[in-house]
């Protein structure tokens, strides 16, 4: 038995079926986490959780029509990458032929060519894009550029595959199926560890905690531990609905793919993504709020006032209006008795 | 014309029921941390002052709003929240100078005085009514009232006791 027929024959089973049992592992892993975590939307309820799912996928979501370029690109590179391997004519043949003896109409072959093309050029510009721009490069891993890589590659043997265009080359001409179908089931094996991932950008994210609140499967959480906001989130329960990115007052989150093998057995784990200084009041030194946030509220609202958290604000006010009014008799002593007795919850 | 709630503290004998109430009929939970008006105590001096939301005119809070979910409301003369847009950042919390807004981490939603659309319990549960709710135009009138009535007492206080030596 050669390498080509081991391809073809048992890896293709092994891949095929790895691929149906991690989908249905993934799916149980998904449902429990949503069942046991699902008490924040209670008004709501788990029919509007699941409902949520894969909202982000549709084009006229808040989250898309923020960039709708990049997201029309997006739309027609995952609408490419389902219908072509599954309306290619090549591919039907194979399934008529093999024991299932499937058959479905094929997709016009110049039309998948041209589907083809249009995907590899989007990849292209995908991966230049992640090269070029700082802020991506700098935020991204050699495991996202591979991502894009591999989604590439047996889209491109494909079509060398379908014109013959390297067939006179020695190595490439002789090996371009095996490369094509074990590119092609390594694409299927990585789709089996892809997560979504959000981030948030640590330049404009001011810690408001807005994404956590609005995530409807709890993905996100925020703890507030002494002076720090700690940000985490729980990858098997992240559905994709994109409320954290259209929610965004700074357009700070995003949602992006994430390979990690690792992350598939760990189910319930969290992870922490940002953390974030949180102010503390002057008065009583409790931490109330983000010091990010507070300092952009201070650029709408600049007061001595807004130092002190929200209860001791409450006591000073008290303490200015009695100060300012008729029946404060003997300043002196009273401020001192104000001082020392301030109540602060 | 708006009606506006008159806090008058020398009255207040800090009960608390106005918190109560406040957060029973809101979100129907008999717990103080819930209310939208709360008092402030100096057990000491015997100072109670309650605190509510001043409904400003050119509110922080709504500059403040990422979203514009805080707008003033001139027929009711109050700053309102619309929960429908609200995303929960407490950028209002933050700024507030009075600290009158808090947050709910149990329903994501900001606590907010909303006059009970134009019914505050805490007026109709207030006794002594420390807490009151009048004309907008009228809290200078009643306020100045009270100083005028306070003034003459003092002088027949004063004659009184002059009289007595």
């Keep these: ?345 | 014309m708006a009606k506006a709630l008159y806090i008058d503290y020398q009255k207040c004998t800090g009960c608390r029921l106005c918190e109560l109430v406040c957060a029973v009929s809101h979100d129907g939970i008999s717990n103080p941390a819930r209310s939208r008006i709360r008092v402030i105590k100096w057990e000491a001096e015997g100072l109670y002052i309650p605190m509510s939301c001043q409904q400003c005119q050119e509110a922080p809070c709504m500059n403040v709003c990422p979203v514009k979910a805080i707008s003033r409301d001139e027929e009711m003369g109050r700053v309102y929240v619309d929960y429908d847009v609200c995303i929960g950042c407490r950028a209002c919390v933050g700024v507030c100078p009075f600290g009158a807004m808090s947050f709910n981490t149990i329903d994501k939603k900001v606590l907010k005085c909303d006059l009970c659309d134009g019914d505050p319990q805490c007026v109709r549960f207030c006794e002594v009514k420390a807490v009151d709710f009048v004309e907008a135009d009228e809290v200078c009138i009643l306020k100045s009232r009270n100083a005028a009535e306070r003034v003459s007492a003092a002088g027949k206080e004063a004659s009184a006791l002059e009289a007595q030596l």
């Design chain 1, 1 to 345: 038995m050669d390498f080509y027929s081991i391809v073809e024959g048992p890896l293709l089973w092994i891949v095929s079926l790895v691929f149906l049992a991690g989908l249905l592992i993934r799916l149980s892993f998904f449902l429990c986490s949503i069942i046991i975590s699902n008490n924040r939307n209670e008004e709501k309820g788990q029919i509007y959780t699941i409902s949520t799912l894969g909202r982000f996928f549709l084009p006229l979501h808040k989250a898309s029509t923020k960039k709708p370029f990049y997201t029309a690109l997006r739309y027609i590179f995952h609408g490419c990458l389902f219908v072509v391997p599954i309306g290619l004519s090549g591919h039907i043949v194979l399934w008529t032929e093999s024991r299932f003896e499937w058959d479905w109409t094929a997709l016009p072959d110049t039309w998948a060519d041209w589907m083809t093309l249009i995907l590899l050029g989007f990849a292209a510009y995908f991966l230049v894009r992640r090269l070029i721009l700082t802020n991506l490069r700098r935020s991204s891993s050699i495991l996202d550029i591979l991502l894009i890589l591999i989604t590439a590659l047996p889209f491109l043997t494909g079509y060398f595959l379908a014109h013959g265009t390297l067939d006179s080359m020695a190595f490439l001409g002789d090996n371009m199926v095996i490369i094509h179908m074990l590119s092609g089931q390594l694409m299927i094996l990585m789709a089996l560890f892809l997560f979504y991932k959000p981030r948030l950008n640590i330049q404009a994210c001011t810690g408001c905690a807005s994404c956590v609140q609005n995530c409807p499967t709890e993905t996100l959480e925020a703890n507030d531990k002494g002076s720090l906001r700690i940000f985490s989130y729980a990858h098997f329960q992240c559905i994709c609905c994109g409320s954290c990115v259209s929610v965004c007052p700074e357009g700070a989150a995003e949602l992006r793919h994430e390979i990690n093998a690792k992350r598939f057995l760990q189910v319930f784990s969290k992870r922490e993504i940002r953390s974030v200084e949180l102010e503390a009041c002057e008065r009583c030194g409790a931490y109330f709020a983000p010091e990010p946030q507070m300092g952009q509220i201070g650029l709408i609202f600049a007061s001595d006032c807004i130092k002190c958290c929200p209860n001791c604000r409450k006591t000073k006010m008290g303490e200015r209006l009695h100060q300012m009014s008729p029946w404060h008799r003997s300043p002196k002593e009273s401020d001192e008795t104000l001082k020392t007795d301030s109540p602060c919850r």
